[in-house]
C-alpha cells in the first residue's frame, strides 16, 4: 500500500511540473497537495512550523517569480503595462490555440498585440517586445523549476 501511496505522491509532483508548460494548472496547489498527501496518508509529525514556514516562503516567491520575471522581460525592451497583460494573456490562451507551442507563440502574440493596438507602438518595435516577453517566460519557467526543485528536496529532506 505505501508504494501506492508514494506514486500518488508523485503524480501530483509530477503535475506540478507539468503546470510549467500549461499554466492553467495550478502547479503550486499540486505541489501542496503532494505535501500535504503525505501527512494525510502517512504523517504529519515531520512538518513542523518551521517546515511550513520555509516552504511558505517558497510559494510566495513562485508566485512572485511568475510575474517578475514577464514583467522584466517586457519592460527590458521597452513595453509598458499593455504588453505585460498582452503577454499574460497569450501565454494562458496560446497552448488552448497553438498546442505545444502556443506556449511561447502566446506569450510573443500577446505582447505584440497590445503593444501595437493598445500604445500604437510600430509593429517592428512590438515585436522586440514580443521577443521579450519570451524570454521572461523562459527565465520564469527555469526559476519555478528550481524553487519548486528545493521545496521537493527539502520535503524529502525532512521526511527522511
Known amino acids: 500500500m505505501n508504494i501506492l501511496f508514494w506514486i500518488i505522491i508523485w503524480i501530483l509532483f509530477a503535475v506540478a511540473f507539468l503546470g510549467l508548460i500549461y499554466?492553467?494548472?495550478?502547479?503550486?496547489?499540486?505541489?501542496?497537495?503532494?505535501?500535504?498527501?503525505?501527512?494525510?496518508l502517512f504523517t504529519f509529525k515531520h512538518f513542523t512550523w518551521y517546515f511550513w514556514l520555509i516552504e511558505g516562503l517558497f510559494v510566495v516567491l513562485l508566485f512572485g517569480a511568475d510575474y517578475i520575471a514577464n514583467m522584466i522581460g517586457v519592460k527590458k525592451y521597452g513595453g509598458s503595462k499593455a504588453?505585460?497583460?498582452g503577454s499574460t494573456i497569450g501565454l494562458i490562451a496560446g497552448p488552448f490555440i497553438i498546442p505545444f507551442f502556443g506556449i511561447l507563440i502566446g506569450p510573443f502574440i500577446g505582447a505584440i498585440a497590445a503593444e501595437t493596438l493598445?500604445?500604437?507602438?510600430p509593429f517592428s518595435e512590438s515585436v522586440k517586445i514580443g521577443i521579450g516577453s519570451v524570454i521572461g517566460f523562459i527565465s520564469s519557467v527555469i526559476t519555478k523549476t528550481v524553487i519548486m526543485a528545493i521545496m521537493i528536496l527539502y520535503f524529502f529532506y525532512q521526511t527522511s
Open 23 to 40: 499554466p492553467i494548472i495550478p502547479s503550486v496547489l499540486f505541489l501542496l497537495g503532494g505535501i500535504l498527501m503525505y501527512g494525510v
Open 83 to 85: 504588453g505585460v497583460w
Open 118 to 121: 493598445v500604445n500604437r507602438r
